[in-house]
């Protein structure tokens, strides 16, 4: 997880002086989506599909936030599901 977050701090580092590099956009939102900071990692992809619509690798990993969202959502339902049964 460590290194997850040292990964996203050097991407930021380079988006301040180049906001629309797609490599460190693509790293730090792939850094994101490790720690779970899915809100965060969506706003780093979609801004590199702004600048890059055409690159597959983004694509790809706006799937698996996609996806991660889902299953999170999922779990959330869960828990309150579980939560108000209790209290039943």
Known sequence: ???HQ???KLCS???EYEPCNVKALFRRAQA???INELEK???DIRKALEVDPNNRDVKVMYKEL???QK???QHEVE???TMLSRLA
């Open 1 to 3: 997880m460590g290194e």
């Open 6 to 8: 040292e990964a996203s």
């Open 13 to 15: 580092k380079v988006i």
């Open 32 to 34: 994101y989506l490790r």
């Open 41 to 43: 990692a969506e706003i």
């Open 66 to 68: 996609k996806n991660k």
């Open 71 to 73: 299953q999170y959502a």
């Open 79 to 81: 828990i309150f599901s």
